[in-house]
């Protein structure tokens, strides 16, 4: 597959460059077709080990070349012995470093060093999660970077406090959010901390650490209120309070923030969508508590944001023939 | 060069004063393959831009050669030294001006170099005003003097200034390959300064959203300034809608700014200055240039030289000018005269004539000048770094119904010794209005550091009065701004007009 | 909202250049790409062949040469590999299963071969799905481990309820799905669990406003659709994110007009395929989701067959199949859309 590879314009290569090509494709496929034969003849020696290097700094995609790597490794007289496998694996892990460097997207590749490093006698995970804030240090979003993170992080868990790891993971999140309060993938991570770190706290401090929760997502929301994400996120703040008493007054901030929002900038797009299911919401939680003012002023936002944000017209639609059925309203957006 | 040399010689063109634009106009001329005669009256590089110890700061106070722009200079120090802070109004003050620099300047005339700078303190001495007592002259002489035995690590510049790291000046330094000779820092923070503390200026999202002292709705507020004013498009959007207002009205109106998330975008940010009137067209522009600068060479928009940079750049210059044929001559008072009516100028340094085809000078060596702009500036020592840990900052003091630029320093700039720092002020307008301003600012800014020796400085950027003949071009000298961004588009223009 | 895109030109799809850059890719041999993607060459022939299928070109490739092709990639445990003697993996079992269902040949091979070695690979402990041997699980594993014994009829050899709890412990705040519990949502990881649960009558666990809303983010002003929020814009992402929103019946969510001129801006003009944003070197799997995600955009300007947002083959196939079943078994309350 190719991403993000530029076209250019076909330029006749010169006779040494069409030479290079030739030699190169020919010493791969050479190398392919010897690591495929040691294979299918099932040798497992230190040399077939080495070819299989070769072959994988020039491809990391060959799942079937990792599988060997990793059975020949098996089968080394070396593996028996732990000071030595201890030792084989880190090279190993060394190895990998500069694999990494060629295709960091590469899933093989991080299978091949999750399996490395749990076979390892002497795993240091703490040296692991360094190397993982090194990659999200360079690339914040990294998918393969933060899944891997999750791995390392459970294997840690395993060995240290684990409320003290998930605690240290869930400051790791406020600093990435604190660098980039759009990095969805340190809000997701945090997702997945938060109601681990609420059940073991008494109520007093569930309560602290929500209200600090909540400071943060409105902080994201007014910084950027067309980030859709921070919304998202405010939403599931709602689903995991307690009882819908918690959920309506939470309901209400959110009005109340939107409506200061809105008296800044009129036109905010976002803002007005979550207007309209902040009230559609609060009237499924709290039946008559929604005005007919406010039914018909949503659904007038429907119709002027079916307008203005084309792009999305059927969900509006959508929103407002739903809402106009539910409240008996009329539907602006037919 | 010798004088005998010279004589008869002719040039391509003549330069008079070795500032910063002049500098850059004479290098780029030798670039251009013009044969350049660069002078200046005074034994040292950099005209207005120069760069001084404390020493050689307090003998070109007195000694000023320029007679049209002798500068008014008062010294305040800290008797106590580094023992407690004495509030600035209060401290005793040398005082440089016409009666006292023409007493001391006679008795230093014969000093030895090393010793000029304490021999015209002994004889400012008794000029020095505050002193109630003569014990406290005394102890302040003392304590003068001693740092004068050691003022080797203080660079001071006459015209601080930083470069913005999309602007102008960044381009010309990187054309011109000078940028490989000076060295800088980022600035690191801009802060906005009022009698009642200090806070810094959140510049990019990120600020904004780990600020702690802003309320929520405000921080929605300077985000749609980043948004919108920041992006090209969206701003030009605007300024059509509102008719290019006023800046000010524009962020009060239309951003819904107030108090000092206004000052914060206006002073620090557009750096709109008291009396500056700005169309919105204009202050949009502004804040792109700073926004755009933000990232170009770290998070920050502003570039800080190191050893100071307007020195530093002048002399560079004028080094790159030198080594494309230009020829140089320093202490030399000129006259220009035309030549004949075929154009071209006769220029007299003492008992050498030159020809030249073109002149280039600073206005201070024009015949008839005009005053022109008249700026307030100050220096202040203090025992400490402040403003946290930063090594070099920016900020701007709006209170008390002035709006002061201030520049702050530490070792990291190379111009300061380690544990001290150094804080430069200034405005536009006279020393007697704005002192106490000045004062303020400097108060505001350092908190509880000491400030252990103050300068306090009116200068006068002179104009040419008259350009009648052709071929004579004049440049401006440091003005009021932050950045040396102004210096870069004069010598521009001058340097096509020379190479046309 | 931006107004970048330019929505009155309209530009055709390259009908014959796209079916000859197909063929072509057989014949590439002195290039060094042929080579090093041959590791998944039988997913290639699956690409290959849906666009080929969609076109309505299908004639273009040698029917028993891939059908002799795909046989001699199954290996001894019953699965197969990329390529001849590669090892079995899910990933290419599913192309193989796939193209010999397009060409109505899956009885050339022994069915409870395929399906012991897709329960060979579901962990028992967890109801997760292995995506070989080697034990990587991701819910791209659990779709594939479905899909394949629905063509098999062998559903019921699964725990499709321990599978069902997994994918909805995969799902996140936003509604979407990562690649496992704990994963961050990306548009692919949602459609393949999507498509999982479609198969297995399980829709019901979706949170279908919030994923729907989610999913309609995706759409950038270039009309293009990304994985994940602030992320660029790519071709594949108009099948994952379509099919999803097909899947949900959302597909009127997003723009689909801006989405077929971001598909047509990206093809290669002169030899023929799609990439994955404009102006960038195409493939065939560009190419492949490009067409499909033409298909489900209801592209009107050349008659592409459908496509079923599930199985990601011609809807005609999988009818033929018996496979198209999921949709009745689609919420009620979802009332699907006029398609």
Redesign the interface.
Known sequence: MMHGKRRVAAKEPTQDEKEEARQQLEQYCALNSRVMDLKAQSVFTADALDATRQLLELNTELHTVWNYRRTIIKKLDAWKDTERRQKMLEQELEFLMKVIRNNIKSYWMWNHRMWALSLLPRATWRKELSLVDKLIGMDARNYHAWDYRRFVIARLKDTEDSDAVDEQEFAFTTAQ?????ANHSAWHNRSKLLPAILTRVDQQRREEVLQTENELI???I????EDQNAWLYYDWLLDIQKSDEDRIRLLHNKIA?IR??LE??EDGKRPLVELVSGFAELGRLQPGSVTDAEKEECMEILRTLKGVDSYHAGRYADMSSTLSKRWNVSDLCV | MAERELDGQSFDVVVLGTGLEEAIIASEAAAGGKSVLHIDRNPYYGGAYACFTLSALIEWAVCHRDYRQVPIVEILVNSEGEKQQQKLTDQPTFVIDKNSREIAAAFIAESPAASRASEALHRLAPFATNNTCTEKTDSATTTLLAFLQNDRNYQIELAPKVALCRGRMIDLLIDSGIGEYVQFRGVEHNYLVRDNGVERVPES??D???CTTLS??E???L??VITSVADNEQSRRIVEETGNILFDKLLREKF?LDGKLLDAVLRCVARVGMNENVNAAEGCERIQRYVSSMGRYGRMAYLCGLYGAGSEITQSFCRMCAVSGGTYILSKNVSVQPANDNGGFTISLGSATVQAEKVVMDPTYASTVTSGIVLSRAICILDAPVLGDDTTALATYVDNGGVVSLLYVTQATMAVPKGKSMLYAWVEGGLSENKNLLCHAISATCGTAIPLITLFMETHLLKASSSATADIYFTNGPDATVDLDNAAVAANNIIELLLK | MAESSNTTRSLSLLVDKHVEYIKSLDKRQDELEYWMTEHLRISGIYWGLVALKLLDRDSALDKQQVIDYILSCQNTDGGFGGHCGHDSHLLYTMSAVQVLSMYGALDKIESSRVVDYVISLQDIETGEICGDEWGERDTRFAFIAVAILSFFGALSRLDSDRIVEYVVRSMNYDGGFGSGPGGESHAAQVYTCLACLAILGRLDVVDRERLSAWLAERQLPSGGFNGRPQKLEDVCYSWWVLSSLRILGRVHWVDCSRVCNFVLDAQEPDSGGIADRPGNVPDVYHTCFGIAGLSLAGYEDYPLKDVDPVYCMPIECIESSGLRSWINNVPKSWSQEKS
């Open positions: 959010i604190n660098r980039d309060c409105q902080n994201a007014y910084t950027d209120p923030a200061e929002l800044l900038e | 999202k990120e904004i959203f780990a929520l709705i921080k929605r507020k985000m749609r819904k």
